[in-house]
């Protein structure tokens, strides 16, 4: 039996409150499932995309066409939504 097959019985043979508290702890155990080191990840990765380039490339086509095509987003518009 592979570790993470044991990982995943003994998880399933924990309590709920025990479940709560593991998934309390799990993003300082497993550091991948912290959404900001993912983003960081995706950010910092030098590949080239062709993909967002050519998005980055057309949104900078449309602003240079009209500077109001997307405007500034503030603080209040966020809490609206929220």
């Known amino acids: 039996m592979s570790t993470v097959t044991e ?8 309590s709920p409150e025990q479940r709560v508290e593991l998934a309390d702890d ?5 550091p991948e499932l912290n959404g900001d080191s ?12 062709k993909a967002l380039d050519a998005l ?3 949104i900078h086509a449309q602003m240079a066409k009209d500077p109001n095509a997307y ?8 809490d609206k939504h929220s």
């Open 7 to 14: 990982i995943k019985e003994a998880i399933r043979a924990l």
């Open 26 to 30: 799990l993003s300082e155990i497993l």
């Open 38 to 49: 993912a983003w960081r990840r995706i950010i910092d990765d030098p590949r080239p995309s």
């Open 71 to 78: 405007p500034l987003v503030t603080e209040d518009e966020f």
């Open 56 to 58: 980055a490339a057309e």
